[in-house]
């Protein structure tokens, strides 16, 4: 199995990676290694914005910091390239051309080396089984996060911030990647007025609490009681969720195309939380920690 990264776009780095894997699988075949399987791991990314969007933010980020686009003014995804003298792009992509089954169909009919498919050179070592985990590609798309809105406010320096009833506990992959930008819109939204630019806050209590580090344009200024909706969070907000402030976890509901909903992971309650503290201060040894 290879891991070559998250959110990958650019399908060049697979075929590189699959042209080494066969070319591995021959050596170790040749030395008397038997190899049942390959496996290419995941990584595939998926499509948060439109791509004419996500250019469009770019180059708010690198232009527009001075009206803080971005939080306190940092430089988020960019570095600068002292070869192009200009700053350069490197954090991830999000925006994806391929849905998981192009990808399949590409891997599958690209011409590798020796101007073979990559169904040929399978054939050619046995065809073992191959593996991939598509991961974020299949679910990342499908999840929405709900959270209600409990204030709207500036900051000391002016700039507009939405507090939601949800911290990055729910919502941490923004934290390890910090140019992760979903979209948000207000739900159930009938009324009309001017587009209004935002910081989305949670409820921790520390400042670092920020869903996103990057301006969301809303299409009104919310109200308390509003809900927001975070689109495109299937694939890690559930996974990286914690009671960080002792904050019971949401719950998850399955909505099918024809509208039916469905309970799949309930939420906690208080009880839940603190189910696992015990009374350090009693004599009987089933109070105090000592686990059977």
């Known amino acids: 199995m290879v891991h070559i990264g998250?959110?990958?776009?650019?399908?060049?780095?697979?075929?590189?990676?699959?042209?080494?894997?066969?070319?591995?699988?021959?050596?170790?075949?040749?030395?008397?290694?038997?190899?049942?399987?390959?496996?290419?791991?995941?990584?595939?990314?998926?499509?948060?914005?439109?791509?004419?969007?996500?250019?469009?933010?770019k180059i708010k980020i690198k232009n527009t910091r001075k009206e803080n686009y971005t939080w306190t003014n940092e430089l988020i995804g960019y570095e600068y390239n002292p070869e192009l003298k200009d700053l350069e792009w490197i954090g991830e992509e999000l925006s994806c051309a391929y849905t998981p089954d192009v990808f399949i169909q590409k891997l599958f009919n690209k011409k590798y080396s020796a101007n073979k498919t990559f169904k040929k050179?399978?054939?050619?070592?046995?065809?073992?089984?191959?593996?991939?985990?598509?991961?974020?590609?299949?679910?990342?798309?499908?999840?929405?996060?709900?959270?209600?809105?409990?204030?709207?406010?500036?900051?000391?320096?002016?700039?507009?911030?939405?507090?939601?009833?949800?911290?990055?506990?729910?919502?941490?992959?923004?934290?390890?990647?910090?140019?992760?930008?979903?979209?948000?819109?207000?739900?159930?939204?009938?009324?009309?007025?001017?587009?209004?630019?935002?910081?989305?806050?949670?409820?921790?209590?520390?400042?670092?609490?920020?869903?996103?580090?990057?301006?969301n344009r809303l299409v009104r200024k919310p109200k308390?009681?509003?809900?927001?909706?975070?689109?495109?969070?299937?694939?890690?907000?559930d996974f990286f969720a914690s009671n960080a402030n002792l904050f019971p976890r949401p719950a998850k509901v399955m909505v099918a195309k024809d509208g039916t909903d469905r309970l799949l992971v309930e939420r906690e309650d208080l009880f839940e939380v603190f189910h696992r503290e015990l009374d350090w201060r009693s004599d009987k040894e089933k109070d105090h920690g000592v686990q059977k």
């Not at 065809?127 to 409990?150: D, L, M, Q």
């Open 6 to 57: 998250s959110q990958i776009t650019d399908m060049k780095a697979y075929y590189i990676v699959l042209d080494t894997l066969i070319n591995l699988f021959k050596e170790a075949q040749k030395i008397g290694i038997e190899v049942n399987e390959i496996n290419l791991g995941g990584g595939l990314g998926i499509q948060y914005f439109e791509m004419k969007d996500w250019d469009t933010i």
């Open 121 to 215: 050179k399978l054939e050619e070592i046995g065809t073992p089984k191959f593996v991939i985990e598509p991961g974020r590609s299949i679910v990342g798309n499908a999840g929405v996060t709900i959270a209600k809105i409990g204030r709207v406010s500036k900051t000391p320096l002016g700039q507009n911030m939405v507090h939601v009833d949800a911290g990055v506990n729910f919502h941490t992959f923004g934290t390890a990647v910090p140019e992760q930008l979903h979209r948000i819109e207000i739900a159930n939204n009938i009324e009309e007025g001017e587009t209004f630019e935002t910081f989305v806050a949670g409820n921790l209590c520390f400042t670092g609490d920020l869903l996103c580090k990057i301006k």
């Open 224 to 237: 308390k009681g509003d809900y927001l909706l975070f689109y495109d969070t299937g694939a890690y907000s």
